[in-house]
């Protein structure tokens, strides 16, 4: 049975462009902003399975396009002018995970979605809600 989990956060912005510019800066060298090191460790774990990890890095340090590479993730979506990036994962999961950050009427809206296969996706979707709580709050500020 395939089910679908979200987590959505929202933060009003002060500066469209600076915001933009941010997200298009993430993850390569510069990193996730927030918690790097737990980042690390799922490009680690990630390696460990047979994933890419977090060895590819980025094309370019602040353009993305569509079919990009981004550590661990693809870019599906890469619009600028319309504020929204979203990433498909590429990592060894029990399901299909996505991230997506969409700048809307001031606000960033930043959503981890995870379309869980079996119960295994199940129980990595709710072992990683604790690691969210930490990790997304502490991006989204940053990214704003």
């Keep these: 049975m395939i089910e679908y989990f979200e987590d959505k956060r929202t933060?009003?912005?002060?500066?469209?462009?600076?915001?933009?510019?941010?997200?298009?800066?993430?993850?390569?060298?510069?990193?996730?902003?927030y918690g790097n090191w737990m980042w690390q460790l799922r490009g680690y774990l990630d390696e460990l399975v047979g994933g890419p990890g977090l060895r590819r890095g980025r094309r370019h340090p602040s353009d993305l396009r569509a079919g990009d590479y981004l550590d661990v993730w693809r870019v599906q979506v890469a619009d600028r002018?319309?504020?929204?990036?979203?990433?498909?994962?590429?990592?060894?999961?029990?399901g299909e995970a996505w991230l997506e950050f969409r700048v809307v009427d001031g606000h960033l809206?930043?959503?981890?979605?995870?379309?869980?296969?079996?119960?295994?996706?199940?129980l990595y979707w709710y072992t990683m809600l604790p690691f969210h709580g930490f990790i997304f709050p502490g991006m989204i500020r940053k990214l704003i």
């Design 11 to 33: 933060e009003k912005i002060t500066d469209r462009e600076a915001t933009i510019a941010r997200i298009w800066a993430i993850g390569g060298e510069r990193g996730w902003y």
């Design 81 to 94: 002018e319309a504020g929204r990036l979203l990433l498909s994962a590429e990592m060894k999961l029990p």
């Design 109 to 122: 809206m930043q959503t981890a979605s995870f379309k869980a296969t079996g119960l295994a996706g199940k």
